[in-house]
């Protein structure tokens, strides 16, 4: 393959590489009062990526292994990179307006275009050496942007908190996949570990397979943010700008998801039984613990945070199941989470935004009585909180009701009807807690009458997120058939 060959099946990153370097080096020429470009320059470089990977066709890609075979181009690997570029196009947008005055603007987009390269370069890689090289660029970027408000004392200890348990948790999977390395011969190669172990399956089942195994799940664990790996998440979701908690939630965390399919289920999947057996555990007590925590939450982000981690449960149910269908619900609910999960973020920065505006000594703008009566101060801005959390919840018609049922159906007609349970007496139980702040905005009086006004790149990265909730659960079959073509990369 010559090197044009080679720049065209990874246009995409290399737009993102070519828009992080412009980006930095333009901004050492410019004044503050004029970086505000600079963010409009980052939008459109996602977007120019976002619609080469769609223009260049989502199905009828040919798995093929790039560069000694440790990268490949097929559905699952395009489906996940236009997911985490949809995210940061739309955190991008919203942070024209969040940050249009900040000195460090060109520091700030060009740390958001290399974590999404990271993202982009995992969700590509079929080598264990290149998928953990793609983690940690995504990482150290989400790291620096979890604490860039350096002024707020929570931000910075959001930044530190993300940064110990980041760094535990790449050291747990490192070192699993070196006993994965040593115990094959080294093999680094994810489709050759498949050969290996499954003609010799009673490696992965001697204790040092379980050893590993376990570190593995750990390291995923935290990634994910499985209990009980969680405890990062919440402290880290409230803490970080509420922009980045977007950008965290829907996607450096769907980053792991799609690392796990490819090593859980095609490079280890000779003991399959042994990984159900503990994605059951951790899937049910995951999106229990998640779902009642969230209950008792009067932060807004806290509790967005904690439904996040509920969220990863239910996706985790794929590793119990392993079906077909299974794989390709959690696939169409990684994409569904990440609009809803995104979009309800940013509606979260936006009221933060006008609140601080309004009063610039305002505290804790994402406390649930400061959206009390935000139906009469903002409508839009309310009516799109409740679409993504009624999404969320997995009420028709929108993508939380479509991914949930494909997911939910496929555990069942597996044979988990204990699983199942759990997961819908949960989606019941996380009713309460969103139904509660629509009950805030709608039915409780304004502290105010004055009207709020939402700032128009807000505006628009909300109404981006509004259109995938609804596109992916009004006209569900293009993203059903993409999702299903992306899980047979698995050969599940």
Known sequence: MNYIELASQFAPELILTIGALAIMMIGLFLATSQKKVLGYLAAIFLAVASLVIVCRGIYDIQME???????????????????????????????????????????????????????????????????????????????????????????????????????????????????????????????????????????????????????????????????????????????????????????????????AFRVLLIAMIAIKIDIAMVFMILAIITMTLGNVVALSQKSIKRMLAYSSVAQAGYISMVFVVMSPEALTGGILYVMSHAFMKTGAFIAVAALGYMLLKENSNAKDVDHLDNFAGLGKRSPFLAFSIMIFLFALAGIPPTAGFVSKFILFFSVLKGGFLLLVIFAILNSALSLYYYARVVKYMYVLPPSSDEKLKIPGAYAIAILLAIIGVLAIGIVPEPFVNWAAEAANVLGL
């Open 65 to 259: 292994g790039i560069l000694a075979d440790s990268l490949t181009i097929d559905p699952m690997s395009q489906f996940f990179k236009l997911t985490f570029l949809l995210v940061s196009l739309i955190v991008v947008i919203a942070s024209i307006k969040e940050y249009d005055s900040h000195s460090n603007q060109d520091e700030y987009y060009t740390l958001i275009l290399l974590g999404t390269i990271g993202m982009m370069v995992v969700a590509s890689a079929i080598d264990i050496v290149t998928m953990f090289i793609g983690f940690e660029l995504a990482s150290l970027s989400t790291y620096a942007l979890a604490g860039f408000n350096k002024k707020d004392p929570n931000s910075l200890e959001a930044a530190v908190k993300y940064f110990i348990v980041g760094a535990l948790s790449s050291a747990l999977l490192l070192f699993g996949l070196s006993y994965i390395y040593g115990m094959s011969g080294g093999l680094t190669n994810i489709s050759e570990l498949a050969v290996f172990f499954n003609s010799n399956p009673a490696i992965l089942q001697s204790p040092l397979g379980v050893v590993a195994l376990m570190l593995i799940v750990a390291g995923f664990g935290f990634k994910m943010a499985l209990v009980p790996f969680h405890m990062w998440a919440p402290d880290t979701y409230q803490g970080a700008p509420t922009v980045i908690s977007a950008l965290l939630a829907a996607g450096s965390k769907k980053m792991a998801f799609v690392a």
